[in-house]
Nanobody, 127 residues
């Protein structure tokens, strides 16, 4: 199994930027599809972005396209989510997830598609 730890969350003003990191241990991420999800109070956990094992393919929720960028550095066993032009509606707990699969689907993922999860990091965007 893989252990995931998110970091980089915090409080930022609307229009600002944050970079989330997801550091893995236990095994390498090079064969994993990686994803980011977020969850606001009273809401279901929602897909944000996914990246293929090699980093060659990405997919984003419509709400974050053009603003967020998912990337990975397999040498560092780390996945990132660069969040620009943040909006108050981006406020949520952000979770990193890993799926042991070399098959990448260019569509939204469900939480059940991923077997390993981090504990989440809070992102709060003020107006």
């Amino acid at each position: 199994q893989v252990q995931l730890v998110e970091s980089g969350g915090g409080l930022v003003q609307a229009g600002g930027s944050l970079r989330l990191s997801c550091a893995a241990s236990g095994r390498t991420l090079s064969s994993h599809v990686m994803g980011w999800f977020h969850q606001a109070p009273g809401k279901e956990r929602e897909f944000v972005a996914a990246i293929s094992p090699s980093g060659g393919n990405t997919y984003y929720a419509d709400s974050v396209k053009g603003r967020f960028t998912i990337s990975r550095d397999n040498a560092k066993n780390t996945v990132y989510l660069q969040m620009n032009s943040l909006k108050p509606e981006d406020t949520a707990v952000y979770y990193c997830a890993a799926r042991l699969s070399g098959l990448f689907l260019s569509r939204s993922y469900y939480p059940t598609d991923f077997g390993s999860w981090g504990q989440g990091t809070q992102v709060t965007v003020s107006s």
